[in-house]
């Protein structure tokens, strides 16, 4: 198949707002795919290939090729070639791997470059990639969906999956199933406003800390111990704490899941970046564990001792957890169903540095890869009212409309920043109404543009929320929005009203 299909159906499902159509045509364009073709289409089509690791972002593909007049492009060797891309490392990489994206975007048409840029940089709008697409595979190949989450949650690889349901049905999709030392996806959690919505959810409900640092997932069989990431990446020789402490338990076998974290030396959380750029490294674990120390704690047991605990209610694996794992290693936990007692667990998270609360349903089995309705996490929401000081161009559906909005908050006296302090970017929240009205805005305030970005006159307000602030080298101040997603604009506010950067900083020291 043509490389060419897959876009236009990528681009139709985008399109589409019901979610059964949107299924509907991914499945059609799967039952036309020959055996060959099924693994690369799904990766492509799932978001997976991105988790290739390629190491391209958005400055690598604002200048493309021109594109192909015909479509020539097949599937399969497009991931081939980016597979290739993803290979390279050494000195020289960049300006091979640029060389080697030239020659496979300059064989694509348009839309097959949209397409691709789309996977590349993680904006393919399909809607929930993972879980629409498994339902396509699964419509595609007449088996339950069900079957084909599940075969997902223990395979992790939509690839795998996809080829198995389409060549052999619901028998090959059973024979998915937990493995010591084969990562499981993990279980995603909702998200509700406050607590006491939460609790209209789930009550009683247990309550958990919700720690700011990185999802790890630690296999133990004997003496092998392995940990992953959330995206599934192998990081056992970076994190050598995690690896005692999981080599500490007084058990045979053990799949844990958890949260690996740099705390200082008061016990609160160092900024997130600490912790991701700590388990990112591949210099010497032993140096860097002395300068950035790592704690894990874990919440959750899937496998114990020979037996699967993944179908057991969250309470009986919770159980089992408190029986094996020292309290020391697990993260702070209280199970209510009164507002008081939880609310009050909560701001004691807040007090302690941590990000909030999750609320989990204590008959919920292990609902891995999925937002499900057993999970659900709170956390404190901030807003500013920053100026809008440029707009970039958008692609896939938001073709034609100025779509990411450079954030600025006012200078109240700072030296050396300039009037307007950007503090990040975001295209999250924005409707096909806003879309359409900023663009008219934007382009009306237009003082100069380059080949993807359109910079107007710092008029607008717009109601930010986000999640925290982190430092960050790329923005003059030293710090960066976290999650920022749009609210709405503030017709009512003019520009010398917005916050100020010395508001973002004091947020910066008491809040996020």
């Known amino acids: ?157 939509a690839r795998a999956v996809a080829a198995a349901a389409l060549s052999g049905g619901a028998p090959a999709l059973r024979a998915f199933g937990l493995r010591v030392g084969r990562p499981v996806r993990p279980m995603l959690a909702a998200s509700a406003p406050d607590v006491a919505e939460a609790l209209q959810r789930i009550s009683p409900a247990a309550l958990e800390w919700k720690l700011d640092g990185i999802r790890v997932q630690v296999h133990r069989d004997g003496d092998r111990i392995s940990v992953f990431t959330r995206s599934l990446d192998d990081i056992t020789a970076r994190v050598p704490e995690v690896v005692e402490a999981a080599g500490s338990l007084a058990v045979g076998s053990a799949v844990l899941d958890g949260e690996a974290i740099a705390l200082d030396p008061d016990e609160r959380p160092r900024p997130f970046q600490v912790t991701a750029a700590r388990t990112a490294s591949r210099q010497d674990p032993a140096r860097l564990r002395t300068e950035v120390p790592l704690r894990v704690f874990f919440f959750d047991l899937l496998h114990l001792d020979g037996q699967d605990l993944i179908d057991l209610p969250a309470e009986r694996r919770w159980a089992e957890l408190v029986r094996v794992v020292p309290e020391h290693l697990r993260v702070p936990r209280t199970v209510t169903g009164e507002s008081g007692p939880a609310a009050a667990f909560f701001r004691d998270a807040l007090a302690h540095g941590h990000e909030g609360v999750v609320v989990k349903d204590p ?12 999970w659900i996490k709170v956390k404190p929401r901030y807003t500013l009212d920053l100026v809008v000081t440029a707009a970039e161009w958008g692609s896939g559906r938001r073709r034609g409309f100025l779509s990411n909005l450079h954030l600025a908050a006012r200078n109240d006296g700072e030296a050396g920043l300039g009037p307007w302090v950007m503090l990040g970017k975001t295209f999250k929240g924005l409707t096909d109404e806003l879309l359409a009205w900023q663009t ?49 604009y503030r017709a009512d506010k003019p520009a010398a009203e917005a916050d100020t950067i010395g508001t973002v900083r004091g947020l910066a020291t008491d809040g996020p």
């Open 440 to 488: 008219e805005q934007f382009l009306a305030r237009e003082v100069s543009r380059d080949s993807y970005t359109v910079y107007v006159r710092p008029e607008l307000v717009v109601e930010i929320a986000f999640d925290g602030l982190q430092r960050s080298p790329r923005y003059p101040a030293g710090l960066a929005l976290r999650f920022a997603r749009v609210l709405g």
């Open 363 to 374: 008959a919920a089995p292990y609902a891995a890869g999925r937002r499900g309705a057993g």
């Open 1 to 157: 198949m043509l490389l060419q299909r897959l876009a236009a159906t990528s681009r139709a499902t985008a399109a589409e707002t019901g979610r059964n159509a949107k299924i509907t045509l991914l499945a059609d364009c799967l039952r036309d795919l020959g055996p060959e073709d099924i693994p690369a289409a799904a990766a492509l089509l799932s978001g997976e290939s991105r988790r290739m690791r390629i190491g391209v972002g958005y400055a690598a593909l604002r200048e493309l090729p021109p594109p192909a007049r015909a479509a020539t492009l097949g599937v399969r060797e497009t991931e081939e070639a980016l597979t290739a891309v993803a290979a390279v490392h050494g000195k020289g990489a960049r300006t091979e791997r640029a060389r080697l994206l030239a020659e496979l975007f300059g064989r694509a048409t348009a839309e097959e470059q949209e397409f691709l840029r789309a996977v590349l940089v993680g904006e393919l709008r399909q809607g929930a990639l993972d879980a629409v697409l498994g339902d396509a595979v699964a419509k595609a190949a007449a088996v339950p969906a069900t079957a084909v989450r599940r075969a997902l949650m223990f395979r992790g690889s």
